[in-house]
């Protein structure tokens, strides 16, 4: 019954999410490939929203500014998945749905755990998320076309969707709603689309963190059917990790395919001033002219960045025109140029910059002068923010008294990229560090001491109290320090003298035996004596009086044994109790009150103990 019951509220549960859900959407197919080779597709751009961002020029190009791209500005535009890979997406999420409702019938009447229930409500939940999220992005691409589906959809949107679709592909409920024969299908029997995001995402991250080599890999493991349907800024970072790879002529052919491919146009320009155009007469033609005016003033400035362009180009033409193939002149601006494009200020450093130099010197009067000045210009700024970063760096972990880190940091700095001017520069900030760790210890070293001294006068507190056993622990944590020698020769002094005081205290107990004529109060007296020096033995084993000590322990035990031959055995097993009563009789005999306390051994060898 209770088995019936489980089911049964599994079933309502999932009945209660699925009357939330979408509807089951039309299967849309996986388009089938169209061709095995390689080919650079023509790109799928966007258009600009009000907010639209400016034409970035490729780095070495752009004369106006800086860029932070080594090749091409990569940030063109927020440019939306083709409606073909979206289609597959629908797909495949539609059969993880059938995958879903296939095990929630199997579950139907079986005995399902409280666990595993709430773990299918779960992913059914994070499924249908993904598939929402693709089946908009659908709609809003369809319902007005890609110029203004790039108005509705934001990057961050589509990051979102992109990255819960991996994360629920890589855990638990992915692996749960996977068909078992997908894990064992070929790259080539699979839809076209699957997983190609998940290897684009890996691009992009190893070309943040500057893994080039990795760049390379993962690009190899894009099937060629799928090579025609990789974005275009992928392709640009994968060219430029072969640029920085040192390996141009693959760079070449990488770079030409995508010129090729967003100038092989038949139907309509996909260049961007030209889509600007007609998003800018949409603007127009629809009454919103103050967007219409932002276009078309992004528009005259991407014309002004172009007649830059032109200039450069101009240049370069000109020292290809007037040099002849492998002149030096040539022949030096083209490794300029080439260590340029795959500049990379940490390996580099300010290199291109003296080659650039070197150029300029060589060649005063070259016809690319001016582009060889905007190169160096652009090396030497980037080369200065690499290096004012390092040192960034190294003062941080200075700031933080981290002076080791900071020293080896700097020691990683590799000096034939940098100027002499620079190297003493590095030079005395190695210097200041070395100095600053100095201080740091002397200044740790002195709170030390000064700890040191005073644990040490604590110490001297408690032997003046005549707390020995504490003094003594304070001077033994002391051994391994600076007041190891002092405080070793302070314990064997103390000891002598908690020694003494215990054998007084003894003497006095000893004493009051002799004055005591009650059986059971002599007997208490004696163990305590007893026990009392022998507790010499073990807590100050090397003082000097040891050897009294144990005769005196011998005195105590012959008087037992003269009172009752067992006496010591009892007193070592501890079946002796002694009570609180019974010991303040013997202490406070009447028997020995006004009479004096006599030593247990004097010094000259007479007393009561011999």
Known sequence: MKKIAKSFALSMCIAGLSGCAVPDLPKVPPSPPKSSTYQVPVAQPSQ????????????????????????????????????????????????????????????????????????????????????????????????????????????????????????????????????????????????????????????????????????????????????????????????????????????????????????????????????????????????????????????????????????????????????????????????????????????????????????LSNYPYSAVASNVDFLRQSSLSRADAWFNSFIASVDALGAEKKFDKALELLETLPLDVIDADKQLQVKAKNEELLLAAAVDKETDKMAKMQELQHQWNNGMLLVKGERYDEAIDVFTNLLDTEYGVKAENKINEVSLEAAKADRKKAAGLFIRFTKTTDLESRKKLLIETRQLLRNILVKYPGVEIISKVQGNIERVEQEMIQIDPNLISIADQGTQEVPVDGLDKAFDSNLIQNEPVAPLIEENGEGVMR
């Open 48 to 359: 600009d929203t009000n907010a639209a961002k400016t034409v970035t020029l490729p780095r070495y190009l752009d004369i106006g500014a800086e860029p932070e791209s080594p090749i091409v500005e990569e940030d063109i535009e927020v440019v939306l998945p083709s409606m073909v890979y979206v289609n597959d997406r629908i797909f495949e999420y539609g059969r993880k749905l059938d995958r879903w409702k296939e095990l929630d019938r199997k579950s139907v009447g079986a005995e399902v755990g409280e666990d595993d229930a709430a773990k299918m409500v779960r992913c059914f939940r994070r499924l249908q998320d993904v598939l929402n999220g693709y089946s908009d992005l659908r709609n809003k691409m369809l319902q007005a076309g890609e110029v203004s589906a790039a108005d509705q959809i934001s990057s961050e949107d589509l990051f979102k969707l992109q990255t819960a679709d991996i994360e629920f592909l890589e855990e638990d409920c992915g692996r749960m709603v996977s068909e078992s024969e997908d894990q064992a299908v070929g790259w080539n029997k699979r839809e076209e689309g699957a997983d190609l995001s998940q290897l684009e995402t890996l691009i992009d991250r190893y070309d943040e963190s500057r893994e080039y080599s990795e760049v390379v890999q993962v690009w190899l493991k894009i099937p060629p059917f799928q090579i025609p349907r990789v974005h275009v800024k992928t392709k640009i970072k994968y060219g430029n990790a072969l640029i920085y790879l040192n390996q141009e002529e693959k760079a070449t052919e990488v770079y030409r395919q995508i010129v090729d491919q967003m100038s092989d146009s038949d139907e309509q320009a996909t260049d961007l001033v030209s889509l600007r155009k007609i998003l800018a007469d949409l603007y127009t033609a629809s009454g919103d002219f103050k967007s219409a005016e932002v276009q078309y003033k992004k528009i005259s400035e991407d014309y002004q960045n172009l007649g830059k362009l032109e200039e450069w180009s101009k240049l370069q033409l000109s020292i290809l025109d007037r040099s002849a193939e492998g002149s030096p002149e040539l022949s030096e601006y083209s490794s300029l140029l080439r260590d340029y494009l795959g500049f990379i200020p940490e390996q580099q450093g300010y290199r291109t910059v003296w080659q650039a130099d070197t150029f």
